[in-house]
């Protein structure tokens, strides 16, 4: 799951999204559910974007981000964003 915080220079940004979502797709992984209007109910949690990705498994999505495809690409999303990117392992 990505979670975008703040977005520094959306120019970068955009075109980091249009070269991950084929990389994506190569590894299997199909994103399933973004949204731009995030609203927390309580808490200190205040993303104003989410995207969630799904892979065969949590192999799979760490195979996915630890690729020297991905990981080419990331640089553009990292100084151009303030988001992170968890793992999460569904049984």
Do not use: C
């Not at 974007?49 to 799904?54: D, K, M, Q, T, Y």
Request: glycine share 12%; proline share 4%.
């Amino acid at each position: 799951m990505g979670m975008i915080h703040g977005i520094e220079d959306e120019e970068a940004f955009r075109a980091y999204q249009h070269v991950a979502e084929p990389i994506i797709k190569k590894y299997g992984g199909k994103t399933v559910f973004v949204n731009s209007g995030v609203e927390a109910g309580d808490g200190d949690w205040f993303p104003m974007g989410i995207s969630l990705v799904e892979f065969e498994s949590g192999g799979q999505a760490r195979k996915w981000y630890n690729s020297p495809e991905y990981q080419a690409f990331i640089g553009q999303r990292l100084p151009s964003t303030d988001s992170n990117t968890v793992f999460i392992d569904i049984d």
